[in-house]
Nanobody, 127 residues
Framework: QVQLGESGGGLVQAGGSLRLSCAGSGRSFTYYSMGWFRQAPGEGREFVAAIGINSGYTYYGESVKDRFTISRDNAKNTVYLQMNSLKPEDTAVYYC????????????????????WGKGTLVTVSS
């Protein structure tokens, strides 16, 4: 079992930045690819970013590419999402996830395949 807990959400103006953190506990963090999905009101859960076990490979959804950066610190059992140039359409609840599926496959397999989830953190971007 893996327990995940997100932090760092909040209210920010368009063009601003936020950094989300996801702390993991339980079974070894390094067994899992890690990543983020988000869900806006009335929408499904959208893939945002994923990172491989050794941080060598990162993958992003088209809508956040070149603005968001995912990273992980296995010594701290933590994964981060640096979000820059935020837009109102980035407003959503952001969820951290962990899974044995390779990070390269996360955008294809989608949220239903993920084994472990955090409870989410709300990001609101005002115009």
């Amino acid at each position: 079992q893996v327990q995940l807990g997100e932090s760092g959400g909040g209210l920010v103006q368009a063009g601003g930045s936020l950094r989300l953190s996801c702390a993991g506990s339980g079974r070894s963090f390094t067994y899992y690819s890690m990543g983020w999905f988000r869900q806006a009101p009335g929408e499904g859960r959208e893939f945002v970013a994923a990172i491989g076990i050794n941080s060598g490979y990162t993958y992003y959804g088209e809508s956040v590419k070149d603005r968001f950066t995912i990273s992980r610190d296995n010594a701290k059992n933590t994964v981060y999402l640096q979000m820059n140039s935020l837009k109102p359409e980035d407003t959503a609840v952001y969820y951290c996830a962990a899974d044995r599926v390779a990070a390269s496959q996360w955008s294809r397999v989608g949220s239903r395949a993920m084994d472990y989830w955090g409870k989410g953190t709300l990001v609101t971007v005002s115009s």
